[in-house]
């Protein structure tokens, strides 16, 4: 049983289960099967035995697949961020620039309209006083001429 050396970002040779040490003379990283704990093996960097490490059941194993790391916050992506955010922020804005716009016509609109509505219904009272006026007249005609009809000799 030989451990197989951990190539610099190729994982293609850790499985499952395996054990992941360094060799404790040339410092190599390696992997072998779960079966080799405890076992003497030839290092496969230096050829040097080594002792293969037996894993502590209560330590959680560590991944063997390295999770990459976001990229750094560096000073670019933080002014891309900003940029981003400012870009958005204009946006809203204009939106609210909008929605503004949209409300005053709105308003303007309705001031319109009550104008008009005023208007008309003081046309209406006019023409509402006009016919009060054409209804007395007549009803004064109707009494006029009910009264000249029982006047009139039978
Ligand atoms: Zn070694």
Redesign the pocket.
Known sequence: MKPNPILNGDQTEIREGDILFD?P??G?NMAIEAAGAGLMVP?A??G?D?EVPIPDADTPEEPLVAVPRPPLDNGESSAETIRQLDTALAMANEQIDQLIAEKEALQERRAFLEQIRMATSSRFEQIAMELATVQDALDRALVLLAEARSEKPV
Do not use: L
Request: proline share 0%; charged share 20%; hydrophobic share 20%.
């Open positions: 060799c003379h040339c190599k290092c960097a230096c040097k080594v």
